[in-house]
């Protein structure tokens, strides 16, 4: 297997709190990765990390390294901006921009990276669109207010709109738990065809869809990595006992 | 059972009457003010019978000012109230909004409280103050520096053309934007911070930089209510009396430019009511008044609507 991400040694704090320890961890290209864990167990802190987000919290830091392709993203003369742009993110509450249209919500990024060229704006939003499985509902109604969505179109918009940077990597917090079931499953179809080209990381609370999406499953405790490997594995044969008692509801 | 019911009942008849009476004095309180409101329309609306009655619509339209003759139209005072007011706004919305930005965004957390401090602090200084500070130091050196070259490179304009002797329009303006910047910075600085963290990550999460994120996330989440801090401050500059009767020249004629003197609604009322004598006069002024209150009110409704709407949005948001 090919990691597209190394972690090694990785720490993070909310100032004085120590929330992430020493996690070690690969991450494997054109796979999806789940992460679970008990609330507060440092997820999200985790994947921010992995694409500079972590910092733009008032007082957070983190230490270690964090490898993309061969390279440190941590490396002191490497711009966090350009790390955001080859690592997309998708937040766990769908948060597009309410005064753009949804057509400039899909290319908002394209157009901070200077493309102007409104054809090829054009054309990238409405690949876009199809790609997250949205353009369907939406291709009439391109120039209305993305707040005007529903909750789970307003998520495919925020998919949307990530995938239209074309990064490599793209990150998802959470990403069902506003949803209903069939948004959700439109959601999970939709990274299942999406990890042929990008890798995925997912955090998630929900066990059924860590085991239905994930190749790889990374269990969190208290901000220290317990267990990673394949999905079928640490749904099957767990070798911790925390990760059992966590995957059949024990705790958490 | 019984003894559970009884307390049950004492804590909710104490509770009941003590809700009551502070319903009843904060009640009370504010009825008052709506009643003084009232109170203070009527008056003003009677007290300008007399007025209305012989000038008619007239009034408005009219720029005749000439108290020897008796003859009154407020056109010269809603005018040098409006333009000095928008002319304050043009001049102060970019500082106040460079400022709530700095503030909101870019300043070290440690200077973001001592700084807003301040700047609110300069809401409290007394407008004669200012006033006579814009007599002394503001009009001569607008006139010595800063009108020469506008007359010099925008001199094309009809805005900037003519004598200026210090006593002006543009020192009015100037004087009522650096009175307004504590209000607006202050109202859009607040406005801005309560734009969600989640549309900033959105912004910062395509790559976007700091500036940029202000730009694409942030100005547009909060327009809105920007838009009300701004009018709020219009209506601050339209009421404002002292510091610009100080320095605008009290002249009751409608100029294209802005280096002549001019006259405002509430300068004329604060300057002439003592010397007003024949009841027409008095009546005239307080139709100037009556104006002057009128448009307060609906510029000051309309910005309050626009700031609760845009906080409505964001409070809907977060539950
Ligand atoms: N902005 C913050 N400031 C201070 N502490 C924080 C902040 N965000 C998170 N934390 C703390 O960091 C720890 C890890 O939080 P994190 O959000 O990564 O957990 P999580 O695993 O994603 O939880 P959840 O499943 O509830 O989303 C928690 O103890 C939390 O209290
Ligand atoms: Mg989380």
Redesign the pocket.
Known sequence: MQNKITVENLNAW??A?H?LHNIDIGIQKNGITAII??????????I?CINRMHEV?PK?KASGKVMVDGTDIYDSDIDPVDIRRRIGMVF?KPNPFPTMSIHDNVVAGLKLSGVKDKKKLDHIAEESLKKAALWDEVKNDLNKSGASLSGGQQQRLCIARALAVEPDVILF??PCSALDPISTSKIEDLMMELKEKYTLVI?T?NMQQAARVSDYTAF?LY?KLVEFGETNQIFKKPKEKSTEDYIIGRFG | MDRAKLSFFRISRSKLSGDFIFEAVIGFFALGIIILAFLLFRELFIGSALSRDIFGVGFLTSSTWDPVAEVFGALPFIFGTLVSSFLALIIAVPFSLGIAIFLSELAPEKLRTPLSFIIELLAAIPSVIIGLWGIFILAPFIRDYLAPPLSTYLGFLPLFQGPMYGLSMLTGGVILAIMIIPITSSVSREVIMTVPTHQREAALALGATGWETTRIAVLPYARSGIFGAVILGFGRAIGETMAVTMVIGNSPRISESFFSPSYTMASVIANEFVEATSKIYISSLIEIGFLLLVISFIINIAARILVWKLLKVEGGGAT
């Open positions: 909310f100032g709190k929330v864990g008990p609330s507060g167990c440092g997820k999200s802190t985790f921010r919290v957070a766990q917090d959470e955090v609370h969190f901000g």
